[in-house]
Structure formats: C-alpha cells, structure tokens
C-alpha cells in the first residue's frame, strides 16, 4: 500500500498494513488513518450483514473479515494482524463485551506499561466475558473462533513475549 511520502509499508518496518506499522512509518496521522479505516472495514461487514437480514451470519461474518484482514488475498496473503477489524465488528455485534475487554486493556496497561502484552493478554478475557453475560452458542464460537485467529496472527509477538518473561 502507498501512501504519502510514496512510501511502501509493506516494505519497511514488520512488512504487514496494519495499523501499528502504518503509525511506526508514518507517525500518528498514519496509525489513525489506518486504525480508522480498518475499524469501519470491520463494523461495514457486520452492518451489511444485518442489513441483508443475516444476524445468525453475524457471527461467521466477524472471524471472517478478521482473517480477510490478515490474509488478505490481494495482497498475497500478507495483511495486518486483525485488531483494527475485529474492533469495528465487534462494535456492532457485541458492544458490551467489547467495552469490558477495553477497560481490561486498561487496567492491564496501567499495570504493565505494556502495549501488546496488554491487548493479547485482555483479548483472552473476550469469550468469558461473553460466557458470563449469557451469549449463545453460535456467537460464542464466532468469538472463540475470532479470538484464535487474531493469536495465530501474533503468535511470533506471543513466542517474544514469552521469551522476554523467562
């Protein structure tokens, strides 16, 4: 993806056009801007779905676009890491738990001062929350099945991570 300044992110910094690369290359404007694209990317898919009267769909349609986002295949398989989607949908199919999942971050920040460690760390909070609040079956697996795929896409962050806690 070009942008201003003709750069290429997909060439420089991790090589991936999330948002946490696009900031990193292109400062604060970059990181909205893409945060902001990808969050709307996210919430459009499930808005489109409930508007073609697809709520049960709503479910298969979060995973989905998280893993389009990652994977996507017009740029070889080679995307963000679905934070900036997975958001977006989640503000439209599951409001309240995202909110929880949110102050979790928080809290984890406060106490750790550490960006990554913190989302990886609250995102694992999604299913429970979930659980606790009374969600069905069927959203519950597009949860689980959101939350797995967004750790398959940091699971090189999870090994460093690890590693730095030894």
Known sequence: M???RRIDIRKVGSGNVG???AGRILGSRGFVATLAGDVGKGAAAVVVARLL???AAVWAVLPS???GHIWPVTLGFRGGKGVGPGIGALLVAAPLPLTIV???FGVLFLVSRR?????LTSILFLPVIALL???GTVPMLGLLATVVIVLVAHRQDIRELLQQTQ
């Open 102 to 104: 949110v102050a979790v």
């Open 133 to 135: 609040l009374g969600t």
């Open 53 to 55: 009267g697809l709520d």
């Open 115 to 119: 960006y990554q460690l913190s989302g």
């Open 19 to 21: 948002a946490t690369n």
């Open 2 to 4: 070009r942008v201003s």
């Open 65 to 67: 676009v998280v893993a």
